[in-house]
């Protein structure tokens, strides 16, 4: 019998409605993406699994026709690690509402400096931490415009910004956007920036896009904000920049490495606003509910062999447009 294989706490909504999604399927719900716990003989009739399958357990699996990710990137299943005519569908347009917010809300931590006054309390000291800086003015440039990057650039306009975006292939120019370049332009745009929003996914392409070089291009004084991929920015060029302060401030959901180790230096600098990647997951409720819907959406797809919601391009790693 064919079994679909739950890697994440599920709420007791899709715990009913998986079911009618998958009609003539046993599901087995999983609590996270230890699979120590299923047997060879229930891993063998395995063929749809939601969540992150590690490689070993993929090997598993030799019936298995579909991994749906709860993560917008695809890092480490785009390189033959799922078996020929395995379908991989990611979780792009879920993620967008929730770390856009979570971005808008460290620039404006960094601007105002409210990561400086938040060490003087924890000091207990009444102090004065010198200018701000506001977005009305600002020149946003926003590397990476797919359903993050488009929703920070959105918010970022209404706010007063003037916003440029850079994409990796030419589509329309999304709202919110006053200017659009492929990224052959990046190091022509970079000096023009007060603030650099990276939503990049971790591809071979994207890691250390954000190099010393281009740090050093950079106007003196500007800010980076990153709710992509760690692996887009040299850690150590940025630290020395951090610094030196070429760059005033960045805002990291993401590091390199990551999780990021105690003792290493970024954790110390003042100009570092670290969260430990919780921009996206579930932690806003709206994002469970977007990821349900995709979820369930897909799954009714998949029975009846439609094309199923941001199905992934094994060669880019991205999202297949449209």
């Known amino acids: 019998m064919d079994k679909a294989l739950v890697l994440f706490a599920a709420d007791e909504n899709f715990r009913r409605e998986l079911p009618k999604a998958l009609p003539g399927y046993t599901i087995l719900f999983n609590e996270g993406e230890d699979t120590g716990n299923i047997s060879a003989e229930?891993?063998?009739d395995i063929t749809v699994i939601f969540g992150s399958p590690k490689p070993d357990f993929i090997k598993k699996c030799p019936r298995l026709?579909?991994?749906?990710?709860?993560?917008?990137?695809?890092?480490?299943?785009?390189?033959?690690?799922?078996?020929?005519?395995?379908l991989l569908s990611c979780a792009t347009g879920v993620y967008g509402?929730?770390?856009?917010?979570?971005?808008v809300a460290a620039t404006l931590q960094v601007l105002k400096k409210l990561?400086?006054?938040?060490?003087?309390?924890?000091?207990?000291?009444?102090?004065?931490?010198g200018q701000v800086w506001s977005i009305l003015g600002s020149t946003v440039l926003v590397l990476g415009l797919g359903d993050i990057g488009a929703?920070?650039?959105?918010?970022?306009?209404?706010?007063?910004?003037?916003?440029?975006?850079?994409?990796?292939?030419?589509?329309?120019?999304?709202?919110?956007?006053?200017?659009?370049?492929?990224?052959?332009?990046?190091?022509?745009?970079?000096p023009r920036a007060d603030i650099l929003a990276l939503a990049l996914p971790g591809v071979k392409e994207t890691q250390g896009i954000i190099s010393r070089a281009?740090?050093?291009?950079?106007?003196?004084g500007a800010v980076i904000v990153n709710g992509g991929r760690g692996s887009a920015i040299d850690t150590e060029a940025l630290c020395d920049a951090l610094e030196s302060g070429h760059i005033f401030a960045a805002a990291l959901d993401v590091t390199s490495p990551e999780p990021l180790?105690?003792?290493?230096?970024?954790?110390?600098?003042?100009?570092?606003?670290?969260?430990?990647?919780?921009?996206?997951?579930?932690?806003?409720?709206e994002t469970g509910q977007y990821m349900?819907?995709?979820?369930l959406e897909n799954a009714a797809r998949f029975v009846k062999g439609e094309s199923l919601a941001s199905l992934v391009d094994f060669k880019t790693g991205y999202r297949i447009p449209g």
Not at 77 to 83: F, S, T, V
Not at 115 to 128: A, C, K, S
Not at 166 to 173: D, G, W
Request: one cysteine or more; hydrophobic letters at 35%.
């Open 42 to 44: 229930e891993a063998g």
């Open 65 to 86: 026709k579909w991994v749906q990710l709860q993560s917008a990137g695809t890092d480490g299943y785009c390189n033959g690690e799922l078996g020929p005519g395995v």
């Open 97 to 103: 509402h929730g770390v856009s917010e979570h971005m």
């Open 115 to 129: 990561h400086l006054y938040r060490d003087e309390q924890n000091r207990e000291r009444w102090q004065f931490r």
């Open 151 to 190: 929703g920070y650039a959105w918010r970022m306009k209404a706010l007063g910004a003037h916003v440029i975006g850079i994409r990796r292939t030419p589509q329309p120019k999304p709202e919110g956007v006053d200017e659009l370049y492929l990224q052959d332009k990046l190091d022509e745009l970079l």
């Open 214 to 220: 281009r740090l050093a291009g950079m106007k003196k």
């Open 261 to 285: 180790p105690a003792g290493h230096r970024l954790w110390k600098l003042e100009g570092a606003v670290i969260t430990p990647h919780i921009a996206g997951g579930r932690n806003m409720y």
């Open 292 to 295: 349900t819907k995709l979820n």
